[in-house]
């Protein structure tokens, strides 16, 4: 029976391990919940998120000279529309203006935005009045009067766009014929013949987002993923320094927890742009459409600096903890994967708001630095956008990594540099 004997035995040095234990049971744990967050709602009914930008000026009746903005009557519409049989709305609707609206697009905060045109009233009255003529008094406008384009826009590479555009389109349409049958039974008391259409859509892409692919907003997310994993390295490398002794001999000398922990973000820094700049390469290489040219190159590689020591900090607290540098490539990776998820690298999450700073949603990802460094790797390489796109994501990024390098520095010290004066 000395099979039992040895199964004791291991069973033991399992559980003392408690670290490594937790590695094997908590890893699978942090995938199920990450993945069932973002995909578990899939299939069901769920709100599409629909940004409306409405120039309408309104138009007063014929008759009776009463001011009207259908613009308004519209997006009430797409605000109660709900899914057939049941009280879940089709759209969240955002009111909002153009250049806004591109970029909630951008940021994956919505996935299309309708765009009224200034003469979306005139056109439903001149549709009353061409009724009126045509079927009172026997005359008719001239059919070039009745037409009004609604646009919508989004990034046709994005496959929340296609779906949306698609539901849009269907209420659009319901929302026609239902408009064309009241205005006909008001004059008529009968819904009698359809006319002309006179409420026309053009779908286009946002500026530079034409012949995007699903790649071009996920190659960024591959960029960040790539940074993150430094936190593995750093704390595996940290924790093999206490091993070896190297602090033990360093504590010696007048270096401080700062000159050492500092010092070490100067090669990881390097590396973390060397990074951005080695999978751009690759990236451009199997078919990603780099927008913004050096500029945009060269505002990426410091972002991914920031997003480098924001790995490194993590790294630096993950170290102060581990007993081994096994334990530190184990919770490094425990660490680092699930938060690529978290922040949005491969896929996007569903919106969690908790704030609003300067106009804008902060969202519970929004913690993380990386969050931060992943939309303005994607504002610039995927949308060439500039400084001005950028700095609220990097002011962001820079004061989350401050923190978190400040916290980094504080524990290692503590618990490995205890002796230092």
């Known amino acids: 029976m000395k099979f039992i004997s040895i199964a004791k035995k291991d069973f033991k040095e399992l559980t003392r391990d408690r670290r490594g234990l937790a590695m094997i049971l908590l890893f699978p744990m942090f995938f199920m919940l990450v993945f069932g967050f973002a995909f578990g709602g899939m299939g069901q009914n769920e709100p599409h998120n629909l940004a409306v930008v409405n120039y309408d000026k309104g138009a007063s009746m014929p008759l ?7 613009g308004n009557n519209l997006t009430k519409v797409l605000e109660d529309s709900q899914y057939q049989d049941s009280d879940v709305h089709l759209f969240n609707v955002t009111l909002t203006t153009e250049s806004e609206a591109n970029e909630k697009i951008k940021q994956r905060d919505v996935d299309a935005t309708l765009i009224i045109p200034e003469n979306y009233s005139q056109s439903v009255v001149a549709l009353i009045t061409a009724s009126f003529q ?18 919508i826009r989004g990034d046709t ?23 064309v049958g009241e205005i006909q039974k008001a004059i008529t008391g009968s819904p009698g013949v359809t006319p002309d259409t006179y409420l026309q859509t053009r779908v286009e892409s946002i500026p530079g987002t034409g012949s995007f692919t699903t790649f071009d907003f996920m190659a960024p997310g591959m960029i960040v993923f790539a940074i993150l994993l430094l936190t593995t390295t750093v704390a595996t490398g940290l924790t093999r320094e206490v091993e070896k002794g190297t602090l033990s001999r360093l504590k010696l000398s007048k270096m401080t927890s700062f000159d050492l922990l500092f010092g070490g973000l100067i090669p990881w820094s390097l590396v973390a742009a060397a990074q951005v700049i080695i999978l751009l390469i690759v990236a451009v290489l199997i078919g990603f459409h780099w927008q913004g040219g050096i500029y945009a190159l060269l505002l990426a590689v410091l972002v991914g600096i920031i997003g480098g020591i924001a790995s490194v900090s993590l790294g630096m607290i993950i170290a102060a903890f581990a007993r081994n540098d096994r334990q530190a490539a184990n919770l490094g990776t425990l660490i680092s994967v699930p938060a690529s998820f978290l922040v949005g690298a491969f896929f996007p999450l569903p919106s969690v708001v908790i704030a609003n700073f300067w106009g804008q949603a902060f969202q519970l990802y929004d913690i993380l630095p990386w969050t931060h460094v992943l939309s303005a790797l ?25 923190i978190l390098f400040v916290i980094g520095v504080g524990l290692f010290a503590k618990n490995r540099l205890q002796a230092e004066k």
């Open 64 to 70: 009776t000279g009463e001011q009207v903005n259908f």
């Open 134 to 151: 045509s079927q009172v008094l026997s005359s008719t406008l001239p059919s070039t009067n009745l037409s009004s384009t609604l646009i």
């Open 157 to 179: 590479g994005y496959t929340g766009f296609g779906t949306t555009q698609g539901i849009l389109t269907g209420v659009l349409e319901q929302y026609q014929d239902k408009m």
């Open 378 to 402: 994607r504002s610039t390489l995927t949308y060439g956008g500039g400084w001005e796109t950028i700095a609220y994501q990097v002011g962001w990024a820079v004061l989350l990594t401050v």
